[in-house]
C-alpha cells in the first residue's frame, strides 16, 4: 500500500483551482484549433483547393454569420470519398517502402483546376505505417493526406511537402509538435518527418516519439540548456561515447573524436592534477562515485569543469566502465570570484572609514574638547558645545574658537569646512590653527577672514578647499560686536525674551577666490546672548532650510535660562541632538 494518500483526498484550494481553470482554457484554446484545422481540412478535399484558401473561407462564413469560427466548423460536413485513380507503381516502391524502419508511405500528388498541387494521397504504405492515433495499413492507403492528418496544413509540413515535391530538394523536421483530433479527442504527438520527390511520387517517413524516445530527447534538451555534457569510456575496448555538448565542455573537435582517458591529464592544469588523481583512486580503485571539480586548458581559455563521475561494475564488482556527467562552471566560479572582490573591497573601504573617522575624531576631540561649564571671557559668559554625527562617514568640519587677545576683546568666531571625515578635519585645522594665529596681530575681524581666506586659497595647489565662518570681537567697554560672514548662517541674538538673526554683511565662502570682507557692528546690552551654530542643527534630509532655522528659534524662544551652558543643552534636547545627521556646533555668549 502506498505511503502516501491519494490526491482525492488533499483539500482543493484556491490555487489548485486557479490552475484547473487556466489548464483547461489551454486544452479548450488547443481543442478549437484542432477543430478549425479538421474543417479546414474537409472544405479544402471537399472543394479540392488549397487549405489556405479553405480558411479564408470559412473565415467569410464565421463573419458572415456572427458565429464563432469553432461553432462554424463544427458544421462542416466531411466530403465524400474521392474517386482518385491510383496510378500504376512500380514493382520497386513496395520493397523500397518496406526498408524503412519508421512509418513510410509513396504518396502522389493531388492537383487543383489550375494543375496547382494541393493534397498528395497515399499510393501505398508499409507493413508497419501508423498514424498518431493507431490507424494503419489498408486504413490509410488510397487516403488524402488532409484526410488523414487535418493538422498537416496549420503545422506548415503540406507545404513543405509541396515545396520538396516541386523543387525536388528534400525536406525533414527533426522534432515537431503536431495536435490532431479524432472523434473530437485531441492526439498529440511528437514526430519526426522527412520527405523527398522519387520519381512521379513524394517519399513520406514519420516516427512518432515514444514515451522512452521522449525521455531520450528531452534528455539531450536538458543537456543543451543546462550545458551538460555526458561521456562514458569503456575500460575493455578503450572506445569512448561523447555527446555534443561533451565537445563543447571540453574544446574539442568532434571530428577527432573523446579524448582517451589516460590523455586527461594532459588537458588539466598541473595545480588541479591531485583532484584527477582523487577521481581516478575513487573510480578504479575504491569503485565509488565520486563529485568533483577541476581546471582545463579550454581553446578558449581555462575553464572550471564540475564533474559527476561514477563506475559500471561488473557482477564481480570490477569496473567496466566510467561515465561522467560535466558541466563549465566557469561564469559561476568568475561571478563569485567578482563577487568575493566586491566585498574585500567593501571591508577594506569599511576599515578605511572606520580608521578615518578614529583619527578624525581623535584629531577633533584634540583640538575641540567636548567640555562642559561657562567660560568667562571679558564681558560675556560662554558655553560650547561641540557633538559629532551618528553616522562614521558625515564626520564633519565644524570649528569654533573663542578666546581674550591681548587687546582686551573677545574672540568669537565658528565655522565649517566642506566635507566629512578626515579631510574635512584636516581643513579644520588649518582654519583654526590659522585663525588662532592670526588673531594676535590685533587685526579688525573682516581682516582676519581676508588673511584666513589667502591662507586656504593658497594652503593647497590643485585641490579646492573651502570652509564658511563667521569671525568677530567683542568689546566689553562699550559692548559692541563687530563681526565678519564668509558664508555661515547668522547668529541668533536673543533679547527680552525676542529671538530673532542678527542679520550682517555677508561675503563668500572661505577659500574659492580671493576676496575683501565687509564689516558689521552691533551694539549689546547686558543679558542679551548670541548663540552661533552649524548647519548640521537646522539641515535635515527631505527638509528645507528655513524650516530647520524656524525650529532653531522656536527652541531657543522655548528654553529660558540664565546660564549659557543650560540653554545649549535645553535647545539640544529640544532639537533632538543626540540623532543629527551631521555633526553640531554651539556657541552661546552671554553679554554680562
Not at 574539442?252 to 588541479?272: F, K, N, S, T
Request: hydrophobic letters at 45%; charged letters at 25%.
Amino acid at each position: 500500500m502506498s505511503q502516501y494518500p491519494p490526491l482525492a483526498s488533499y483539500e482543493s484550494t484556491a490555487a489548485t483551482a486557479k490552475l484547473r481553470a487556466q489548464l483547461e482554457r489551454v486544452r479548450g484554446r488547443m481543442r478549437d484549433k484542432a477543430v478549425l484545422d479538421h474543417a479546414v481540412a474537409k472544405l479544402a478535399t471537399r472543394e479540392n483547393i488549397r487549405p489556405c484558401e479553405a480558411a479564408e473561407r470559412l473565415a467569410g462564413i464565421a463573419q458572415y454569420s456572427g458565429l464563432d469560427p469553432a461553432e462554424v466548423a463544427r458544421r462542416v460536413q466531411a466530403p465524400p470519398v474521392p474517386d482518385i485513380p491510383v496510378p500504376e507503381l512500380g514493382d520497386w516502391v513496395e520493397p523500397m517502402l518496406e526498408t524503412f524502419h519508421d512509418s513510410a508511405s509513396y504518396s502522389c500528388p493531388v492537383t487543383d483546376a489550375f494543375g496547382r498541387v494541393v493534397d498528395f494521397f497515399l499510393a501505398a504504405v508499409n507493413s508497419h505505417c501508423k498514424t498518431p492515433d493507431g490507424r494503419s495499413g489498408a486504413e490509410l492507403r488510397g487516403q488524402r493526406l488532409q484526410t488523414i492528418s487535418p493538422g498537416v496544413a496549420a503545422s506548415g509540413l503540406l507545404d513543405e511537402y509541396i515545396t520538396a515535391f516541386e523543387t525536388g530538394v528534400p525536406f525533414h523536421r527533426a522534432l515537431t509538435e503536431h495536435v490532431e483530433i479524432v472523434g473530437e479527442r485531441l492526439w498529440p504527438a511528437t514526430m519526426s518527418v522527412r520527405a523527398a520527390r522519387v520519381a512521379e511520387g513524394l517519399l513520406l517517413s514519420w516516427c512518432v516519439l515514444d514515451e522512452k524516445d521522449m525521455l531520450v530527447s528531452g534528455w539531450r534538451r536538458a543537456q543543451d540548456v543546462a550545458g551538460l555534457g555526458w561521456g562514458e569510456w569503456n575500460l575493455a575496448t578503450r572506445q569512448a561515447i561523447w555527446t555534443h555538448q561533451m565537445y563543447e565542455v571540453f574544446g574539442r573537435d568532434p571530428a577527432a573524436g573523446p579524448v582517451a582517458l589516460e590523455d586527461l591529464p594532459a588537458m588539466v592544469l598541473p595545480e588541479d592534477l591531485p583532484v584527477l588523481d582523487d577521481v581516478a583512486d575513487s573510480l578504479l580503485e575504491a569503485r565509488e562515485s565520486i563529485e568533483t571539480e577541476f581546471r582545463i586548458q579550454h581553446r578558449y581559455g581555462v575553464r572550471h569543469v564540475s564533474v559527476v563521475a561514477e563506475p559500471l561494475l561488473d557482477t564481480a564488482g570490477a569496473p567496466v566502465k566510467l561515465r561522467f556527467l560535466v558541466q563549465d562552471v566557469t561564469r559561476v566560479r568568475r561571478r563569485e570570484r567578482a563577487e568575493a572582490r566586491a566585498q574585500e573591497r567593501a571591508v577594506r573601504q569599511q576599515e578605511r572609514a572606520e580608521e578615518e573617522h578614529r583619527i578624525a575624531d581623535h584629531l577633533q576631540n584634540t583640538i575641540l574638547p567636548v567640555g562642559r561649564g561657562v567660560m568667562r571671557l571679558p564681558g560675556l559668559a560662554v558655553a560650547v558645545r561641540y557633538l559629532p554625527a551618528e553616522d562614521l562617514a558625515r564626520l564633519g568640519g565644524d570649528w569654533y574658537k573663542a578666546r581674550a587677545v591681548p587687546d582686551g576683546r573677545a574672540l568669537l568666531a565658528i565655522g565649517d569646512a566642506m566635507g566629512h571625515g578626515l579631510t574635512a578635519a584636516g581643513i579644520m585645522l588649518q582654519m583654526r590653527a590659522g585663525l588662532a594665529g592670526l588673531a594676535y596681530t590685533g587685526a579688525p575681524a573682516n581682516q582676519l577672514g581676508a588673511w584666513l581666506n589667502t591662507l586656504l586659497t593658497s594652503a593647497s595647489e590643485g585641490v579646492t578647499v573651502t570652509g564658511t565662518a563667521i569671525i568677530g570681537h567683542f568689546d566689553a567697554e562699550d559692548r559692541t560686536f563687530a563681526w565678519m560672514n564668509a558664508g555661515h548662517p547668522d547668529p541668533l541674538l536673543v533679547r527680552g525674551g525676542r529671538v530673532a538673526p542678527l542679520e550682517g554683511r555677508r561675503g563668500p565662502l572661505l577659500g574659492v577666490f580671493d576676496a575683501e570682507y565687509e564689516l558689521t557692528a552691533a551694539r549689546l546690552e547686558p543679558g542679551d546672548v548670541l548663540l552661533f551654530y552649524t548647519d548640521g542643527i537646522v539641515e535635515r534630509r527631505g527638509q528645507a532650510l528655513d524650516t530647520g532655522v524656524h525650529a532653531l528659534i522656536q527652541a531657543v524662544q522655548a528654553c529660558v535660562a540664565e546660564d549659557s551652558d543650560e540653554l545649549i543643552d535645553c535647545v539640544l534636547e529640544r532639537l533632538g541632538g543626540d540623532t543629527m545627521e551631521d555633526d553640531v556646533c554651539l556657541l552661546s555668549a552671554r553679554v554680562l
